[in-house]
């Protein structure tokens, strides 16, 4: 299971942290990733890890102002978003994909995932 926890409403400029807590893991390795969609726009992809290399990626859009994180002895995955702006208002959602263990890789397209936790809303005032 995946909860997504930490949207809310930020100013322009501002920074917020995104949670995901897994729960139930049955694999030795995970690929997780946030998305978001904006109304009227399609899910995007916005970062991913690979949970035990910790490798990541982002998508050009964030770079540099979103990091993710991952913190294996509180099994959840962060998302850092600083010098937020209202195109980044979205709901964001976590997804997970079990990978073998000697994995390194994440994806970025939303039909490799498996698992999907709700997602949190966030709001960018200008």
């Known amino acids: 299971q995946l909860q997504a926890s930490g949207g809310g409403l930020v100013q322009a400029g501002g920074s917020l942290r995104l949670s995901c807590a897994t729960s139930?893991?049955?694999?030795?390795?995970?690929?997780l990733g946030w998305f978001r969609q904006a109304p009227g726009k399609e899910r995007e992809f916005v970062a991913a890890?690979?949970?035990?290399?910790?490798?990541?990626y982002s998508a050009n859009s964030v770079r540099g102002r979103f990091t993710i994180s991952r913190d294996t002895a509180k099994n959840t995955v962060y998302l850092q978003m600083n010098s937020l702006t209202p195109e980044d208002a979205a709901v964001y959602s976590c997804t997970a994909k079990a990978m073998a263990y000697g994995s390194t890789s994440y994806y970025t397209v939303p039909a490799r995932y498996d698992y999907w936790g709700q997602g949190t809303l966030v709001t960018v005032s200008s």
């Open positions: 890890i690979n949970w035990r290399s910790g490798s990541t």
């Open positions: 139930g893991r049955t694999a030795s390795n995970y690929a």
